[in-house]
C-alpha cells in the first residue's frame, strides 16, 4: 500500500498567488482530513470529510481557503490569494470508519 | 469547543532514563489515541484507548487511560536515541471521525 499520497512536498509562492495542494488517500478509506502545522499554532484540524462529504469546516480560517473532494481517491485544498501567514505544514490524512489516521507526509507550504 | 492539553510541552533525558508526558481533557472521551511525529516528519499512530482505565504496554512504551476518561498518559521506559520526537495524544468525543490533537511533548534524548 502506497499510504496517503500528497503533492507537491513543497511549494514556494508569492503572496497573492493561488495555491493548490493535492491528496490521495488510501484505497478504501472513508475519511479524509487536512491539517496545518505550525510551531505557534500547533496540529489544527481545518476540514474533513466522511465519504466524500464536508462534514466539518469550522478549522478553516477565512474565506481564502476552500478544498474539495470530488471522489473518494481525491482531494484538493486551496488557498486564494495566498498570505505570509499561511506558511506552514499542511498535512492530509485518511482513515477507515473512525479508526486511526493515516497521515500523508505533508506539504511545506512558504509564502514570500 | 473541545481542548487537550500535554504536559510539559518539551522534556530532555539522558538515554536509558524514563520519560512521561500527561494528556489532559476538559470533557470526557469516547476514546483517545496516541501519535508520534519524528522531526521532519508526520504523525505516526501508536495506539488506541478506549476503556476507563485501560492500560496497554508495546514493548518500553506503557499507555494508560484514566478512570473518568478525561486524561491519559504516556511512559517509555528506559529511552532511547530513537525515542526522539513529538508526542500528541488526539482526543475523540464521540463525534464521528474527528479528533482534537493535543499540544504535543517533543522528546529529546541524548546519549
Known amino acids: 500500500d502506497a499510504g496517503v499520497i500528497q503533492s507537491p512536498r513543497h511549494e514556494v509562492t508569492e503572496m497573492g498567488q493561488e495555491v493548490t495542494l493535492r491528496c490521495k488517500p488510501i484505497?478504501?478509506?472513508?475519511?479524509l482530513f487536512w491539517y496545518r502545522q505550525t510551531m505557534m499554532r500547533g496540529l489544527e484540524l481545518l476540514i474533513y470529510?466522511?465519504?466524500?462529504?464536508?462534514?466539518?469546516d469550522s478549522g478553516m480560517p477565512e474565506d481564502r481557503f476552500s478544498a474539495k473532494m470530488p471522489n473518494a481517491s481525491f482531494s484538493t485544498l486551496k488557498i486564494q490569494p495566498s498570505e505570509p501567514r499561511d506558511s506552514a505544514v499542511y498535512f492530509c490524512?485518511?482513515?477507515?470508519?473512525?479508526?486511526?489516521?493515516?497521515f500523508g507526509p505533508g506539504t511545506r507550504l512558504t509564502v514570500t | 469547543g473541545q481542548q487537550v492539553m500535554q504536559i510539559p510541552q518539551y522534556q530532555h533525558v539522558q538515554e536509558g532514563e524514563d520519560f512521561t508526558t500527561y494528556c489532559n481533557s476538559s470533557?470526557?472521551?469516547?476514546?483517545i489515541q496516541w501519535y508520534k511525529q519524528r522531526p521532519g516528519g508526520h504523525p505516526v499512530f501508536l495506539i488506541q484507548?478506549?476503556?476507563?482505565?485501560e492500560v496497554k504496554k508495546q514493548k518500553r512504551l506503557t499507555f494508560q487511560f484514566g478512570e473518568a476518561k478525561k486524561n491519559s498518559s504516556l511512559h517509555i521506559t528506559a529511552t532511547q536515541t530513537t525515542d526522539v520526537g513529538t508526542y500528541f495524544c488526539?482526543?475523540?468525543?464521540?463525534?464521528?471521525?474527528?479528533?482534537?490533537f493535543g499540544t504535543g511533548t517533543r522528546l529529546q534524548v541524548t546519549l
Open positions: 490524512a485518511s482513515s477507515l470508519a473512525g479508526r486511526e489516521q493515516y
Open positions: 484505497s478504501g478509506h472513508n475519511s
Open positions: 470529510f466522511n465519504n466524500n462529504v464536508p462534514i466539518d
Open positions: 470533557t470526557t472521551l469516547s476514546n
Open positions: 484507548l478506549v476503556k476507563s482505565g
Open positions: 488526539a482526543a475523540n468525543t464521540g463525534t464521528a471521525s474527528k479528533l482534537t
